[in-house]
């Protein structure tokens, strides 16, 4: 990981560059001014540094010339740059300049005396969220190239009207269409079906069971907004979640948020045998995956065992390997 200071102060440079030092980040950039950050980052001229390569900012508010939040404005100005993590540096107790610093871009703040800990642990959390960012856009570049070899299908097919999300067909697709690796990783296939929901459909009309799923989904979106999976959905109802790289524990921790959730969106089903309101049963299906033939293998296991979860009585997780 390479890291940028920004400090018109040798000294606070010296001093924030031992301290991630000692935590082991050996790539380390200095610049004593903006235009020098300019220059490093390769924004409004020829480029010293493969801007790629830069993880994090840490930026003096305080300098000479363009302050650090002209900087991180003229940063962010710059499309290469727009998720790379910004924290700010400085010893102004003032709250305006750090209203301005996250209106001009910046992600987080520590203040001087720099405290060993405290920025290491900032450092630590900005590289996590771009990991995460870059991974997701990663994802997110497979699923349009698996949608865009589907031809001339028109995008409308590709998302539920109902439940805004993919349709169980795209989320199938982008997980088999996953590269295959040298080395066996492990993937997950979570699927929730809404415990009595045929009955309900039965009781009450398709209008009721509609509104049920749209709430769901939406409880599923915010659960999985931030861990690399795609979200789908079938047009019997049952939700489906493929993580091809999701390993075990995680996606047995995802299925009982899922169902306890559910729950606890407290919508009323007077078809419910075991109590008043919606429950969930949910499938983990995870397991080793070298090639689509055992992706197949674990979507169809899921689909198989949330079934079965349903009819043992419903509002529970049940976790398999493959």
Same mark, same amino acid.
């Given at each position: 990981?390479?890291? #940028?200071?920004?400090?018109?102060?040798? !000294?606070?440079?010296?001093?924030?560059?031992?301290?991630?030092?000692?935590?082991?980040?050996?790539?380390?950039?200095?610049?004593?001014?903006? &235009?020098? /950050?300019?220059?490093?980052?390769?924004?409004?001229? +020829?480029?010293?540094?493969?801007?790629?390569?830069?993880?994090?900012?840490?930026?003096?508010?305080?300098? +000479?010339?363009?302050?650090?939040?002209?900087? &991180?404005?003229?940063?962010?100005? !710059?499309?290469?740059?727009?998720?790379?993590?910004?924290?700010?540096?400085?010893? *102004?107790?003032?709250?305006?300049?750090?209203?301005?610093? $996250?209106?001009?871009?910046?992600?987080?703040?520590?203040?001087?005396?720099?405290?060993?800990?405290?920025?290491?642990? %900032?450092?630590?959390?900005?590289?996590?969220?771009?990991?995460?960012?870059?991974?997701?856009?990663?994802?997110?570049?497979?699923?349009?190239?698996?949608?865009?070899?589907?031809?001339?299908?028109?995008?409308?097919?590709?998302?539920?009207?109902?439940?805004?999300? $993919?349709?169980?067909?795209?989320?199938?697709?982008? $997980?088999?269409?996953?590269?295959?690796?040298?080395?066996?990783?492990?993937?997950? *296939?979570?699927?929730?079906?809404?415990?009595? #929901?045929? /009955?309900? %459909?039965?009781?009450?009309?398709?209008?009721?069971?509609?509104?049920?799923?749209?709430?769901?989904?939406?409880?599923?979106?915010?659960?999985? /907004?931030?861990?690399?999976?795609?979200?789908?959905?079938?047009?019997?109802?049952?939700?489906?979640?493929?993580? +091809?790289?999701?390993?075990?524990?995680?996606?047995?921790?995802?299925?009982?948020?899922?169902?306890?959730?559910?729950?606890?969106?407290?919508?009323?089903?007077?078809?419910?045998?075991?109590?008043?309101?919606?429950?969930?049963?949910?499938?983990?299906?995870?397991?080793?995956?070298?090639?689509?033939?055992?992706?197949?293998?674990?979507?169809?296991?899921?689909?198989?065992?949330?079934?079965?979860?349903?009819?043992?009585?419903?509002?529970?997780? *049940?976790? *398999?390997?493959?």
């Amino acid at each position: 990981m390479r890291i #940028l200071i920004v400090d018109d102060s040798e !000294d606070s440079c010296d001093i924030t560059e031992a301290a991630l030092a000692s935590a082991g980040h050996s790539d380390i950039l200095i610049a004593h001014s903006a &235009c020098e /950050a300019y220059k490093l980052m390769g924004i409004g001229g +020829p480029s010293d540094l493969d801007c790629a390569l830069v993880d994090v900012v840490l930026l003096d508010i305080v300098m +000479p010339g363009a302050d650090g939040i002209e900087a &991180c404005a003229r940063i962010r100005s !710059d499309t290469r740059y727009g998720d790379i993590p910004i924290i700010m540096v400085t010893s *102004v107790d003032d709250i305006d300049s750090l209203a301005n610093a $996250f209106v001009a871009g910046a992600s987080d703040y520590i203040t001087k005396p720099v405290n060993r800990v405290e920025l290491l642990a %900032r450092v630590r959390a900005a590289l996590k969220l771009k990991t995460e960012l870059e991974r997701r856009k990663a994802r997110e570049r497979e699923l349009l190239g698996v949608m865009s070899s589907w031809g001339e299908r028109r995008a409308s097919r590709w998302v539920d009207d109902i439940t805004g999300l $993919f349709v169980g067909e795209v989320a199938e697709a982008y $997980f088999l269409a996953a590269p295959d690796l040298e080395a066996a990783e492990t993937s997950a *296939v979570v699927v929730v079906a809404i415990d009595r #929901l045929e /009955a309900y %459909r039965a009781a009450k009309g398709d209008a009721a069971v509609h509104s049920i799923l749209a709430r769901v989904a939406h409880a599923v979106r915010g659960l999985t /907004a931030n861990i690399g999976v795609v979200a789908a959905t079938y047009r019997n109802g049952l939700i489906m979640l493929v993580g +091809p790289e999701l390993a075990a524990e995680p996606a047995r921790h995802l299925g009982e948020q899922l169902r306890k959730t559910v729950s606890i969106l407290d919508m009323a089903n007077s078809e419910s045998i075991v109590t008043d309101h919606v429950t969930a049963s949910v499938a983990v299906a995870t397991g080793l995956i070298g090639g689509s033939r055992d992706r197949m293998q674990l979507l169809t296991h899921a689909i198989s065992t949330v079934r079965g979860a349903e009819a043992a009585g419903g509002n529970r997780v *049940v976790a *398999v390997a493959v």
